[in-house]
């Protein structure tokens, strides 16, 4: 059974952010540049937040260490930062005019397509970035007082949908 497809590229987002912190901190910690217990709560948290991603896609539970609202809410926030910041870096690596009008908040629409290709790398790390920007809004659903429904009432919501409209197919089929 599937959850939330939508959500895909949320998922992708949480796996891939997880498989880079997995294959870079190691080098990081050998160098200095990054905290042993740093990386291991970046890591743990991460798996976490891919394994949430997972399920709402996949509806397949992952059993994963405890983590918190406010662990994953944390992390998000600094991946966050870490994408502005590759975003701003992008665009200071950009041509000229794309880069002037970059900064002067154009139309992501139209500077694609003025610049196509010498646009991608900007808009990669833009939508990145907003990736990531709504994974941290759906987890800052999950405080209490947020008034807004977290996403696994959706995903749970679903779950029920599809579970009746099976229910109801199997008693038409065997009447």
Partial sequence: MTGL???????????????????????????????????????????????DWHWVVTMERREVAKVWTYEKIEALEDSVKRANRALLKAIDAAPGELRRQCQEGECLHDLLDRYGDDF????????????????????????????????SFYVETNFALKERARLDREAREAA
């Fill in 5 to 51: 497809t939508r959500c895909v590229p949320l998922s992708r987002e949480a796996a891939a952010a997880l498989e880079r912190r997995q294959e870079l901190y190691p080098a990081l910690v050998e160098k200095g540049a990054l905290s042993a217990e740093k990386a291991a709560w970046e890591i743990r948290v991460w798996t976490a937040i891919a394994a």
């Fill in 120 to 151: 991608a790398p900007i808009l990669a790390a833009h939508h990145q970035r907003d990736r990531f920007i709504d994974l941290l809004d759906w987890y800052r659903r999950e405080r209490p007082c947020s008034g807004q429904a977290p996403i």
